[in-house]
């Protein structure tokens, strides 16, 4: 009776205005080459992340989704939801 288990990335979503890109993975528990268990988790690829340590075919999916237009266009909806910076508060010389 032997147990493997191998996780393949099973489904790829593009989802919203930025194209932000779903990858679900499935762990995949196989005992004798019989699926006993599959589970999911997912990971999301904004337009501005690095994806060199993602698969070949993630990295072309993002190459194709993730233009200069939405990359620029994702990068000014992020920096226009950055808080305002603090006012200095006044503090008075000591004598």
Not at 4 to 33: N, W
Not at 34 to 48: D, G, K, N, T
Request: net charge negative.
């Amino acid at each position: 009776m032997a147990l493997t288990e191998r996780t393949i990335i099973d489904k790829y979503e593009v989802v919203g205005d930025f194209k932000h890109i779903q990858c679900r993975h499935a762990t995949i528990i196989e005992r004798d080459g019989l699926e006993i268990s599959r589970s999911y988790h997912r990971h999301v690829i904004a337009p501005s992340d690095d994806v060199t340590g993602e698969p070949q075919e993630v990295q072309a999916l993002v190459a194709l989704m993730h233009t200069p237009e939405v990359i620029a266009a994702y990068e000014a909806h992020v920096a226009a939801q950055a808080p305002e910076p603090a006012p200095e508060p006044d503090v008075a010389p000591e004598p």
